[in-house]
């Protein structure tokens, strides 16, 4: 077998059906799929079950430990010479397996990733948290879809494959609860593999469902950025302070607005930057009630990723405290 294909899974066997029925439909068809059951409470192995007979497909059930320790669990029983890592929430095209095959035979590449698109049946909110994820008026790209400008590609594990060596030589995934992905992607390259994007490999990625758990989930990413840096220092950039500046420009703004006499000038940056999200989202999704969705959506990614930045340096540099997440016992929810 050349490709295990590794699904930490919990609570979503509806969708995860969705996943497995997209990968009967895959071209290439040399590959695994290891499901691990990560603690749930409402369990996918029959949905596994209707499935043995069309995938290779092989079923795990442990404790509750969150996403990387359960993909690294997934790795040492799988028995391709690649394992990749995909989300539950996702599905893929009837080419994404065909296309890294491709790319990892005439690359030789030792790690790969890919990008996430946005599917016709996503709902509204779904589509303007994509938005809000890849736009380059928000923080574009944090998701590792593209090579930035200057920057090194950086797979993310909804979508993400590496060699069997790596997983011996690295172990896998960290014991972060959150940003394990990039920590892992940051070793990668330290290590000297070979680790490139595969543009055709796209995922349809569902993501947070409300702005409340995506909130949650990108206020945990911003403190784990922190706990990336203390980490490995090198891999602070200039980028990673925007959201906390663009947070503390607002506080700033709405404080002069209401104390200073013409301090509603101060409204006119964040007043432009709002206009800017409402004509491209728009524009995007041929829509104004999407582009008034696309502007929450835009100023929940923010927000949530600068206060959570600000939060992991009062926490870990300040106080000098532990690793933590904010919303560690509701990770899923």
């Known amino acids: 077998m050349k490709y295990s294909i590794i699904v930490a899974v919990y609570n979503r066997p509806d969708e995860l059906r969705e996943l497995l029925e997209s990968l009967t439909a895959q071209t290439f068809t040399d590959f695994e799929l290891v499901i691990v059951e990560d603690g749930s409470t409402l369990p996918s192995k029959n949905v596994c079950g209707e499935y043995s007979g069309r995938l290779a497909i092989s079923y795990f059930v442990k404790d509750n430990s969150g996403p990387g320790p359960s993909r690294n669990y997934g790795c040492r029983r799988a028995s391709g010479d690649y394992f990749m890592f995909i989300d539950s929430d996702c599905t893929v095209p ?126 945990n990413s911003g403190i784990a950025r922190i706990n990336i840096t203390l980490r490995h220092p090198s891999t602070l950039k200039l980028t990673h302070f925007f959201p906390a500046a663009f947070t503390m420009l607002l506080v700033i703004a709405a404080y002069m607005a209401l104390t200073v006499e013409h301090g509603w000038i101060t409204l006119l940056v964040p007043g432009v930057y709002t206009v800017g999200v409402f004509l491209e989202g728009s524009i995007k999704y041929r829509s104004p009630l999407l582009g008034l969705r696309c502007i929450a959506a835009a100023y929940v990614q923010l927000i949530s990723y600068g206060t959570g930045f600000i939060r992991g340096i009062v926490w870990r540099i300040i106080l000098n405290k532990p690793e933590q997440g904010a919303f560690e016992k509701t990770f899923y929810k």
Do not use: C
């Open 94 to 219: 009837a080419h994404y397996m065909q296309a890294i095959d491709d790319a990892v035979t005439s690359k030789k590449l030792d790690a790969f990733g890919g990008p996430d698109r946005e599917h016709t049946s996503f709902t509204p909110t779904q589509k303007a948290i994509s938005y809000a994820m890849t736009s380059l008026l928000t923080t574009g790209g944090i998701r590792g879809g593209k090579v930035r400008v200057g920057g090194a590609f950086h797979p993310r594990s909804f979508n993400m494959g590496i060699s069997r060596e790596i997983f011996n030589d690295t172990d896998g995934f960290s014991k972060m609860r959150f940003g394990e992905d990039v920590e892992f992607s940051i070793r990668m390259m330290k290590g000297g593999y070979n680790v490139q994007l595969i543009p055709d490999a796209w995922v349809y990625h569902k993501r947070r469902t409300d702005l409340k758990k995506f909130f949650k989930q990108v206020h």
